[in-house]
């Protein structure tokens, strides 16, 4: 499985982004697909999670705010954000990890559970 991120920028109190995650090498119906987000001396941060079936999961802090969706023809995994604030100042990436059945990755909120890593993108909130 490969992942390649993109979309991030320097945004804003208030604005938004999109990121993308271009992926390759699976199928949606058999992968967890995750965002993550890293600050420097932080650890990496489960953000929001999509299960094969379509449900989805958020971390506390961005529910709300941060929409995980999928578009399965494309093989691209997105992340809307909204009222972006200074604390949403990450890298921010994307992970996979291959189930064998719907329903669980909800629980896999820890990045030890994730194999395949993109490289990241950076987004940066200031005013």
């Known amino acids: 499985v490969q992942l390649v991120e993109s979309g991030g920028g320097l945004v804003q109190p208030g604005g938004s982004l999109r990121l993308s995650c271009a992926a390759s090498?699976?199928?949606?119906?058999?992968?967890?697909m995750a965002w993550f987000r890293q600050a420097p001396g932080k650890e990496r941060e489960r953000v929001a999670t999509?299960?094969?079936?379509?449900?989805?999961s958020y971390a506390d802090s961005v529910k709300g705010r941060f929409t995980i969706s999928q578009a399965n023809a494309k093989n691209t995994l997105y992340l809307q954000i909204n009222s972006l604030k200074p604390d949403d100042t990450a890298m921010y990436y994307c992970?996979?990890?291959?189930?064998?059945?719907?329903?669980?990755?909800?629980?896999?909120?820890?990045?030890?559970?994730?194999?395949?890593w993109g490289q990241g993108t950076q987004v940066t909130v200031t005013s």
């Open positions: 992970a996979a990890r291959r189930v064998f059945q719907p329903g669980v990755c909800w629980t896999y909120v820890s990045a030890h559970w994730y194999s395949n």
């Open positions: 090498g699976y199928s949606y119906s058999s992968y967890c």
């Open positions: 999509i299960d094969t079936d379509g449900s989805t």
